[in-house]
């Protein structure tokens, strides 16, 4: 069984050819693809793909915990394969999203004794590449 097919079992999710595939798509590129942009991705590869098929899967992906629904872009719906805690920040010019890595016990108050099962974090603005083109 490869790393994918293990990552998936490991969530609880029926690896599938599809599944297997969508997993990879996330994992191999961490530019937060709409669901969209992962079926144009992969149609080729899998040609009985469908868009149901990847937003079904996207949609058991995020229930299972196997990656991250990310709601920084009011437009798109946007995935993540990178599920270990971190923020977000997205480029109100160019719209690119980046990871942050943060450590995100700094943002709970001091005495918070609660259990935290999700956190989300984003940060908007202007990235460095259109901040240097614009100045």
Known sequence: ???????LSGYGIRPSVQRIAIMRYLKSNRTHPTADEIFEALRMQIPTLSKTT???????FVEQGAAIYIGIDEKNARFD???EPHAHFR???????????MNMEDFLPRDF?????ESY??????????NRKNN
């Open 113 to 117: 004794r609660g259990q935290i099962d």
């Open 81 to 83: 394969g990178y599920v």
């Open 1 to 7: 069984m490869d790393t994918t097919s293990q990552y």
């Open 54 to 60: 990847v937003y079904n899967t996207l949609k058991l």
């Open 91 to 101: 480029c109100k010019i160019c719209g690119k999203i980046i990871d942050l890595e």
């Open 121 to 130: 974090f984003y940060i908007k603005g202007i990235c460095e590449d259109c």
